[in-house]
């Protein structure tokens, strides 16, 4: 309790950036959903093409349900912690940070929330709300599953939280890059495809079922197998706590770089 | 038109001293380029491997069929026009996010030429090398691995007038996004409007009959990237569709004409941010 209030201006700070910029973040948005689109027909394309109902167990109301859902949770567990920790490192203005009483993570985490609790409102409901319309209009009955919803939402959250410790580890790369927006891009890149955000792994066969144990995975693919429905109870409490595991492990690695990277700071200055 | 074009070899020399500074940097940036567009392209080839061609359907009848080839043909074709405008104006996409922003914009103003020419000239984005790499890779690699009877239906005049189209095409891109980024001018920030805009390129890099019709009105002609690529790209292959190189050449000019509408009026209503 003492941590939540402690913690909350940052938080309402993340909020009224996030607040300020909303114009921008929905032009953006409708910029980024246009690949959905984009995929939307081609996969239509596609399934027309093929000689089966289904692609590697995938029909294409799955599909379509895949896209979406992999976009809302990508856009949900994202974290820019990388690129901000390495701007403040290269200008030096993360001293600020060091020197009040707060937790180093703690305090971008909580910032960054403040930002998430907007765009939660302004995507989770249109999006989960679309898909669910579409699923029923295509089979013609709900599958809307509560427990599976909330299943999925916590595997949300613990996708994000893996996620910003990731990129807080990430991030202290900074200290030996000095192009942060050209590692970013591959970074980025290399991530969407190694957690299915690009394509299900189930397509990739061999390959896709050893990448499923990796941390990337955590990152995307399981919640969206979760909510599709795609897991049995089984599965699901296995990549679950996979999932916890992963989390554990980066909250360690990015304690660990952070205790080494506090004495290398020193050479920067302020 | 010749004191603009040595300013603008000044401009690209200077930017390739800096280039040579930061060797690094440069490589990163186009290998973030390249990986982005080879990724989406092995995602093409496990989707291929699951199909025998793309399939344009309707009412359960089959319209109109691309092989894989004929796909990575468009696809490359595709980033040839959009490289090109990342190569040489990708300075407009700073104009929307920061210059007008951050009050920069007055040095546009202050020296004695087109501040619409001084901002396309001023930097020089070397990462577009990635896309362009891709590209030029993409359109030999699926004529080389193409069919001998597909290749014998391409008639080798029809390159002509498709390799004139590219700089039209190029000036879509370029007046996309003059005409969003002028909108700073008003706003100080249009660098997502532009974003949002320059996205809708996405759909012409598969072919445009898959999509449904507001989709394909959209990209012929309000926001025309289909003209960019799907459609020269098409008639290069087989003759389709001739009627889209005239009009991406009006398209383009009418396009230009707007945007430089849109930039005149802007640069009237601008009011400097900067103290």
Redesign the interface.
């Known amino acids: 309790m003492r941590l939540l209030r402690m913690y909350k201006p940052f938080t309402s700070a993340g909020l009224q950036e996030m607040v300020v910029y909303r ?3 929905l ?2 948005l ?3 959903i ?2 959905c ?2 995929m939307f ?2 996969w ?3 399934f ?3 000689d089966g109902t289904t ?2 167990g995938f029909t294409y109301e799955n599909m379509v349900v895949y896209l979406f859902i992999s976009f809302l949770s990508g856009y949900l567990t994202y974290s820019d912690g990388s690129y901000v920790i390495g701007k403040e490192i290269l200008d030096g203005s993360i001293a600020m940070r060091m020197i009040k009483p707060v937790d180093f993570d703690m305090c971008f985490l909580f910032q960054e929330l403040g930002g998430k609790i907007l765009q939660v409102l302004i995507l989770f409901v249109p999006i989960t709300a679309g898909v669910e319309i579409y699923r029923f209009i295509i089979t013609g009955e709900i599958l809307f599953n509560i427990p599976l919803f909330l299943l999925f939402v916590l595997s949300m959250v613990l996708a994000y939280l893996i996620n910003f410790f990731f990129n807080l580890s990430y991030g202290f790369l900074a200290f030996y ?3 942060l ?6 970074k980025g ?2 991530i ?2 190694l957690s299915g955000a ?2 299900p792994l189930a ?2 066969g061999g390959f896709g079922k050893v990448l499923g144990y990796l941390p990337f995975a955590s990152l995307s693919y399981t919640p969206v197998m979760i909510y599709m429905g795609m897991y049995s109870a089984g599965e699901i409490a296995f990549y679950l706590s996979l999932q916890v595991l992963w989390l554990v492990v980066f909250i360690a690695v990015s304690k660990l770089i952070l205790h080494l990277a506090m004495k290398r700071l020193v050479v920067h200055g302020g | 038109m010749k004191r603009i074009l040595k300013m603008h070899l000044i401009f690209i020399r200077q930017d390739l001293k800096k280039l040579m500074e ?1 060797k ?2 440069f ?3 186009a ?3 390249l ?2 567009q080879a ?2 392209i ?2 093409l080839g ?2 291929f491997s ?8 309707l009412n359960g009848e089959v319209l109109d ?1 691309w092989s894989f080839e004929e796909v990575l043909f468009i696809y490359g074709f595709s980033l040839i026009p959009k490289g090109i405008d990342h190569l040489l104006y990708d300075n407009l996409w700073g104009l929307g996010y920061w210059i007008v922003d951050k009050g920069d914009f007055d040095k546009y103003l202050t020296r004695p030429i087109n501040s619409w020419i001084y901002i396309l000239c001023e930097k020089f984005c070397v ?1 577009a090398f990635g896309d362009l790499v891709v590209g030029v890779a993409l359109i030999v690699y699926s004529l080389v691995s193409m069919s001998p009877e597909t290749i014998a239906e391409i008639n080798p005049l029809r390159i002509i007038p498709v390799v004139l189209v590219i700089p039209f095409a190029v000036m879509i891109f370029t007046s996309v996004k003059t005409g969003t980024a002028a909108i700073s001018f008003w706003t100080k ?1 249009s ?3 532009t ?6 390129n ?2 012409a ?3 445009a009959k ?3 019709t507001f ?1 394909k009105t959209l990209i012929t002609y309000i926001l025309p990237f289909a003209l960019t690529a799907y459609y020269p790209a098409i008639y290069l292959l087989r003759g389709e569709s001739w009627w889209s190189i005239p009009v991406t050449v009006a398209v383009s000019l009418v396009l230009f004409g707007v945007s430089q509408l849109i930039w005149h009026r802007g640069l009237k209503a601008y009011e400097s941010a900067g103290s």
């Open positions: 114009v921008n973040f032009f953006f409708l910029g980024e246009m690949k689109f984009v027909f081609v239509k394309a596609v027309d093409s093929s692609i590697y890059l000095k192009n927006w050209g590692t970013d891009i591959i890149v290399i969407d495809f690009t394509i397509f990739m | 930061y690094v940097d490589l990163l940036g290998i973030g380029f990986l982005t990724v989406q092995l995602c496990i989707i699951a199909i025998p061609a793309l399939c344009y359907t069929a990462d920030r660098g997502h409007i974003h949002m805009c320059y996205m809708t996405e759909f890099k598969y072919p898959i999509y449904n989709v």
